[in-house]
């Protein structure tokens, strides 16, 4: 079996380590790309979301690499989720490609899927000791990639020289995903913090915090959101995001109490706005920038596919929450088709506005 | 004399301006780009030379539009800043009390909502043109009437005759429909306007807080037309600055003035540069998955900037060299 | 003076709107209901409702628009889902806000929150709620609801024995007989959202264009629950969403049966559910063969000269279809 899944964040850098450790075999798709896009366009029924293109691009391209089984994740709606698998397949064997599906549907007890998993581990030998290690040491792997993405945020916009902090990022992500164990990791750590302090900073600057929100998938993949974070980093602001691989881990398995600006939080700040949560990140979207600004993070700007189903209704309460919190929202409804330009002068004069909200504020 | 350069090029227009010390016009330049921003800029600042009076010397350039990038480059740009901005503060310029500035350019068009001086929020159009000047242009060009003149038919016109449909191809059959049918030119000119008017303001502007005094710039403003169905649409009286459109490079030059004033000389090349051979190549880069289209910016054979790499490698090394 | 509670012509109201008008009706409450559809109403709502959103979204901003000031009270219920296991399309759940935050003086909200995906939500309960906190007894309100329901019930036969659509949502008592039916009649099963098919100005008028020519129409409303359940059973796949789960099961089934020589699907620009069902109808299609079918799909830019012309072609290519299979 040849195993492959979509890219999601660093789930290939988890995935790659415990398949080194326990199997299976990966065959990941290749970095996404403008040629994914294109080829995901392209066989997607009309009116799919951005994801869904994205993901089928993954698909095409990780099946013509050899892979032939395909694992991905599914829901019970109430967005077009929970039919990937279906519509996909479909595109998928119409293309002529041969595969078996594997689907991970949320509605399956734990159980179930403990049992399967342990049925395949005995098949293949594996202790269960060494796949607790084994997820010992990929968990601690993303976590790591994790803490350098937010030390990213942080430094990328004091950098004197473009380009280098996000340079020194790839590395470090090579680094880590490239250790082979626990030993290597730490030195690997090791290395990825001499990097980090040779950067050329300059800490007299005074930035502008936003906060990135809005579905999943957009918030969570460069390639979908237009490289926002890079670029406002560049544009000398702090950035953190709302959605990150550990942290819905933690918010499924009900452990992240102690976290202030947890998404169970966020959903809660936005009960005033939205009584009900109707699925997926909605909630939370309308949520997390009120919690935010307690930070002192001056702006938000919320990502989306253009059709979501879900997202586009906290689009329309986020109006009346950036009035009511004063804090300005800027919406991205992100689909392929979207010009450079747009997005560059958009998020220049959103910057801009912020630089000059705050210095009236300094005026008084 | 101290005098400000402000230049805004854009997809479909290039305009410059100059201001002296105290904010004052002195003289500005509206020209067509023509898909050739390079020599469009070279070509306005000809013209905008000429017209200088004695003794002025450029201590500030800024640029702005689509091509800012590229006309910083060329000019060497103390200020690059995107078009909302320089609309706006070129708005306030003259209206401190504005608040709502509206703009319809020739292929994109903008809203800037302002409070107290302060840009609060702002709108592009999105997926399409409907709501900019290329629907009027078209239909110009189909009619054979002038976009100058489009203003005294809608004027005339005692009811406009209504168009369906946001996209301009499903405009046209309307209007041709409209036409066959035997209305009144002045009747359907007036109808295009409020189609126009009506695109924008469910497109551009739609969900802003648009609020009193309004001005109305860009391109379009000249067209009394539209200005007299955004009135109507509005039900509030709208205000055509004088130098309407050539804003955005007025709020450039702006910029620049408050950049360089007191932090030392300016970048500017001098006007030298409209003899200059300045040309642009692409480059694609293969060194990584992006694939960026890297566009290298060479004067007189000397490759002399890059820009459009993600990483930044490019850009470092024009640096270097 | 009895209170005034406005019920927006839109979305779900296609589909239980016996229901809400007999429940508040028999309660003393006067139900004023937004006019039918057409142009100016529309047209003024469009400037509330969000760009990115469908058609039938969008006019639902009309019709609360338009009704807003006319009523004490708008019924904007909060429906994800009203079937054990299937749900609507989310943006329904959010509807009162995105309504109350874009649309400036509206009146107070009645917007019960059902999710029947759990058992301890029920439509029942959450309509009973609302009718207490507008004063009314416990007794009156189980009475008025089973008054509802019969009437929900009653609306739903009338739909499967074929009466005429336009009919059945007027305000008239007029009893309308389904067409008489023979050898020269095409049937043309007509899929997609209650609020796409029984709203003619949404559809040009479909429904009455399709029966003046002489076309017997088959709705999804039709199949029987077993048949549905059986062909989703089929297809390998459990369907969430409520309505796609009934037009594709209706479209399987009708695909497969004689009764019916072709099938339209209605659908929306941007709509969430559509655009996962009808890849999979489109695809049963072409592995069948057989039978002719066109998908309709309607925004708010689509000219009735469009559909016209393409109804016209599909309907040829059946009557084409069904003579040379009775010359064969």
């Known amino acids: 079996m040849k195993l492959t899944v979509p890219h999601l964040g660093h789930m290939d850098i988890f995935l790659r380590a415990m398949s080194r450790r326990i199997g299976p075999e990966f065959i990941f798709p290749p970095k996404t790309s403008p040629r994914t896009l294109l080829l995901g366009t392209k066989y997607s029924p009309e009116s799919t979301c951005l994801p869904f293109k994205f993901i089928l691009g993954n698909f095409i391209e990780a099946l013509e690499k050899g892979a032939d089984t395909i694992a991905m994740i599914s829901d019970r709606g109430p967005c077009r989720l929970g039919m990937y698998d279906v519509v996909m397949q479909q595109i998928l064997k119409d293309l002529g490609f041969q595969f078996d599906w594997i689907t991970m549907d949320d509605t399956r007890l734990w159980s179930d899927y403990l049992i399967r998993f342990n049925r395949e581990r005995k098949k293949r030998g594996v202790s269960v000791w060494d796949t607790l290690q084994a997820l010992r040491f990929s968990w601690k792997k993303v976590r790591l990639c994790e803490a350098i993405e937010k030390s990213v945020h942080k430094i990328r916009p004091l950098e004197v020289k473009r380009g280098e902090t996000t340079r020194v990022q790839t590395d470090c992500f090579k680094l880590i995903d490239e250790a082979s164990d626990f030993r290597e990791l730490v030195l690997s750590h090791q290395q990825c913090l001499e990097k980090f302090n040779r950067i050329e900073k300059d800490d007299s600057r005074n930035l502008l915090k936003v906060l990135i929100t809005g579905e999943g998938y957009m918030v969570i993949n460069p390639h979908a959101n237009q490289e926002i974070e890079r670029r406002l980093g560049e544009m000398g602001v702090e950035v953190t995001r709302t959605m990150w691989f550990t942290s819905q881990i933690t918010y499924a398995l009900h452990l992240d109490f102690l976290n202030p600006r947890s998404k169970r939080n966020a959903i809660k700040a936005s009960r005033p706005y939205l009584k009900h949560n109707i699925g997926g990140e909605c909630s939370a979207s309308i949520g997390y920038p009120i919690l935010y600004k307690k930070d002192g993070y001056e702006g938000a700007i919320q990502v989306l596919p253009l059709v979501c189903m879900l997202e586009a209704v906290a689009k329309n309460i986020l109006f009346r929450v950036s009035q009511e919190h004063d804090i300005p929202i800027l919406t991205f409804s992100l689909n392929e088709n979207l010009a450079e330009t747009m997005i560059a002068t958009r998020l220049s004069a959103f910057v801009d506005l912020l630089q000059e909200r705050r210095e009236r504020k300094k005026n008084g | ?321 | 003076m009895s209170i005034r509670i406005g019920i927006p012509r839109a979305l779900l109201y296609y589909r239980y709107f016996s229901l809400w008008h007999t429940f508040f009706r028999e309660l003393g409450f006067e139900v004023v209901v937004s006019r039918p559809s057409h142009r100016s109403l529309i047209e003024e709502g469009f400037k509330f409702a969000d760009d990115d959103t469908c058609l039938p979204i969008k006019m639902a901003y009309s019709h609360t628009f338009y009704l807003k000031d006319q009523v004490d009270y708008l019924f904007i219920p909060r429906l994800l889902s009203l079937e054990p296991g299937t749900c609507f399309c989310p943006r329904l759940a959010g509807l009162p806000e995105m309504l109350k935050y874009s649309i400036p003086n509206m009146p107070a909200i009645l917007d019960p929150y059902v999710d029947e995906r759990y058992r301890d939500s029920r439509f029942s309960h959450a309509l009973s709620k609302v009718a207490s906190t507008l004063g009314k007894g416990s007794k009156e309100i189980k009475q008025a609801y089973q008054k509802g329901e019969v009437a929900y019930q009653l609306f739903r036969e009338r739909l499967k024995r074929g009466e005429k659509i336009p009919e059945l949502f007027s305000e008239s008592k007029r009893e309308s007989f389904p067409l008489q039916k023979d050898d020269l009649m095409k049937n043309i099963a007509i899929v997609g959202h209650p609020y796409c098919l029984y709203d003619p100005y949404f559809n040009f008028n479909l429904v009455k264009i399709l029966e003046n020519v002489h076309v017997s129409i088959y709705i999804q409303e039709m199949v029987n629950k077993e048949d549905i359940d059986f062909e989703i059973q089929r297809l390998g796949k459990d369907i969430y969403w409520t309505f796609g789960r009934e037009i594709l099961g209706a479209s399987l089934h009708y695909l497969h049966s004689d009764q019916v020589d072709g099938l339209i699907y209605l659908t929306c620009f941007a709509c969430g559910v559509d655009s996962m069902i009808e890849p999979l109808i489109r695809h049963k299609v072409k592995e069948y063969g057989d039978k002719p079918y066109l998908c309709l799909m309607i925004d708010e830019h689509t000219g009735p000269a469009g559909v016209l012309t393409r109804l016209e072609a599909f309907l040829e290519t059946v009557e084409r279809r069904k003579v040379d299979r009775r010359k064969a």
């Open chain 2, 1 to 321: 004399m101290k005098g400000y350069l402000g230049i805004d090029v854009g997809s479909v227009s290039t305009n410059l301006a100059i201001l002296d010390q105290e904010g004052e016009v002195i003289c500005f330049q509206y020209l067509l780009t023509h898909g050739k921003p390079i020599q469009a800029v070279q070509k306005g600042l000809q013209e905008v030379c000429s017209a200088l009076p004695e003794g002025l010397e450029i201590r500030g350039v800024g640029t702005t539009g689509s091509a800012r990038q590229l006309t910083g480059v060329l000019v060497g740009a103390d200020v690059v800043k995107n078009e909302i901005t320089a609309h706006a503060i070129a708005a306030i310029h003259f209206f401190p009390d504005v608040r709502t500035v509206i703009e319809i350019g020739g292929q994109d068009s903008k809203i800037i909502i302002i409070r107290d001086g302060l840009v609060v929020d702002f709108g592009m159009n999105t997926v399409c043109a409907a709501g900019t000047g290329s629907f009027l242009d078209q239909q110009s060009l189909r009619l054979n009437i002038p976009i100058e003149k489009f203003g005294e038919f809608a004027v005339r016109s005692e009811s406009a005759v209504r168009i369906a449909g946001r996209c301009t191809v499903f405009a046209e059959s309307d209007m041709v429909h409209k036409q066959q049918m035997g209305c009144h030119l002045d009747d359907i000119i007036a109808g295009l306007c409020e189609a126009l008017v009506r695109n924008y303001l469910n497109n551009v502007a739609k969900g802003k807080d648009i609020q009193k005094p309004i001005l109305f710039q860009g391109g379009v403003a000249a067209n009394l037309g539209i200005k007299q169905a955004l009135e109507r649409e509005l039900g509030r009286e709208i205000h055509v600055p004088k130098y309407y459109s050539v804003m955005g490079a007025i709020g450039s030059a702006i910029l620049a003035r408050e950049k360089v004033d007191g932090s030392g000389p300016s970048q500017f090349k001098g006007f030298g540069i409209v003899n200059l051979n300045c040309r642009t190549r692409n480059v694609i880069c293969k060194d990584c998955e992006n694939t960026c289209e890297v566009v290298e910016f060479i004067i007189e054979d000397n490759p002399v900037s890059y820009w459009g790499d993600r990483c930044g490698k490019w850009e470092a090394q024009a640096r270097r060299s």
